[in-house]
């Protein structure tokens, strides 16, 4: 944001780092040349050893030589996590939680002022919003699909949740793991199937990719609505933090992907983004490899997802049926409480990633999945499709995935 503000030069050592230089040499000239630094801290960054806390000491030691009073090292948590000693005795700022961002912003930038003022250099930098960024514009460097796996891996923390499976917390946002490989899609002839389920297939996605462990919560979508300036679909949301959104179009979670890549560029290497799910990777998150019929298994139980049959009428918070009611790789709430959009054009098997259904160009009707509290067990199968319809968005949100770009879903070479 401060880039696109118009700042004069924000340095980032994964950006502007090059392969060959020397990190030690080339971080200490950086922080020498810098009128302010800014820490971010994390429950992550605060606890994990090396070159954060040897970047952390040369900022210091730099302070160290400024006039007394100078506006120089700027603590910004972005976790509720305890601050390093050193630097408990300078005022810092809370950017947690979401609805206190744009206050702590604005208190960021006015520090950012006054020490450009002390120094003589006149800033007018006019607030802007972010330019979207494509989706499918990225050009595919995923040298190996397992790079994914590794990037997100390493710049996550790491939990287990009740029943074993592994959480990874990527940028404040839970995922699981889905593997590369094979899975069964689509309704048997046994299943009674809808005519639009058939007919099963074995479908092979050839690369890793990370699912939303939740739908994009109300809290979640609020951020993204206070920067497009917009008002929240949801009237009352803040009573409903934790539950997902609704009344989202398609092309506003087309949207809201594109914002929250524009963020985090620097978190994920090219031609992998945070989009929506493919249909094909929604419902192998959805039901695994061996055809489940539900997430949890093959017969129906009320109490292991939100839908009419539990009588509840609204949405619920996420993960309100965890761990009873999750897929096999523990992602939660696939199916009910509120039908989620899908990338996918609503197109007749066999399913195909490459024959145009996947193609961000072309309008039309758009794949829904999962069922809401208002579905019966039929909709909440995990093969059950839905033809979604813009004009009919009252039980309707979405979840993300972190995957390889459209143009590398598409593309038949990509490894």
């Not at 006054?114 to 989706?135: C, F, H, N, Q, Y």
């Not at 993204?224 to 300036?229: I, P």
């Not at 192998?284 to 949890?296: F, M, N, Q, S, V």
């Amino acid at each position: 944001m401060l880039s696109a503000e118009g700042w004069m030069d924000v340095w980032l050592d994964e950006e502007k780092l090059l392969p060959g230089q020397d990190w030690d040499y080339e971080i200490d000239r950086a922080l020498d040349k810098s009128d302010a630094v800014i820490v971010t801290l994390s429950t992550d960054s605060v606890s994990k050893e090396g070159y954060i806390q040897k970047e952390l000491r040369f900022a210091l030691d730099i302070a160290l030589e400024k006039p007394e009073g100078t506006i120089f090292i700027l603590p910004v948590r972005l976790e509720d996590c305890e601050r390093p000693r050193r630097l408990r005795s300078i005022q810092g700022i809370d950017y947690f939680p979401s609805e206190r961002r744009k206050s702590a912003y604005a208190r960021l930038r006015r520090s950012l002022e006054l020490r450009a003022k002390a120094l003589g250099i006149v800033t007018d930098p006019a607030p802007s919003k972010p330019e979207p960024v494509s989706l499918s514009a990225d050009v595919p460097e995923v040298s190996s699909k397992r790079e994914i796996a590794h990037v997100v891996k390493h710049r996550s923390t790491m939990r287990f949740a009740p029943g074993g499976k592994i959480i990874y917390t990527f940028v404040g946002m839970e995922f699981v793991e889905v593997p590369a490989g094979n899975f069964i899609m689509g309704s048997s002839n046994q299943d009674e199937p809808r005519e639009d389920e058939k007919s099963q297939q074995t479908v092979d996605i050839p690369y890793d990719y990370f699912m939303a462990r939740y739908p994009i919560t109300n809290a979640q979508y609020a951020a993204f609505m206070e920067v497009q300036g917009r008002k929240h679909p949801v009237s009352g949301w803040e009573k409903k933090r934790d539950h997902p959104v609704v009344n989202v179009s398609w092309n506003d979670a087309m949207a809201y992907c594109q914002w929250w890549n524009d963020l985090q560029r620097n978190e994920l290497p090219s031609g992998v983004v945070l989009r929506l799910p493919t249909e094909a990777e929604w419902e192998k998150a959805a039901r695994g490899t061996d055809g489940l019929i539900y997430p949890w298994g093959d017969t129906f139980d009320k109490n292991k997802c939100n839908t009419d049959e539990g009588g509840k009428n609204d949405t619920t918070p996420v993960g309100a049926y965890s761990p009873q009611g999750d897929s096999p790789y523990g992602a939660a709430d696939m199916v009910g409480n509120v039908w989620e959009w899908t990338h996918s054009l609503f197109r007749r098997y066999p399913y195909k990633a490459d024959d145009g259904r996947e193609d961000e160009s072309v309008s039309g009707y758009h794949v829904q999945r999962g069922g809401s509290y208002l579905g019966t067990d039929q909709l909440a199968l995990a093969a059950a499709r839905y033809r979604g319809d813009p004009g009919f968005l009252e039980f309707v949100g979405f979840r993300v995935v972190v995957a390889p770009s459209i143009l590398s879903v598409e593309s038949t070479s990509f490894p």
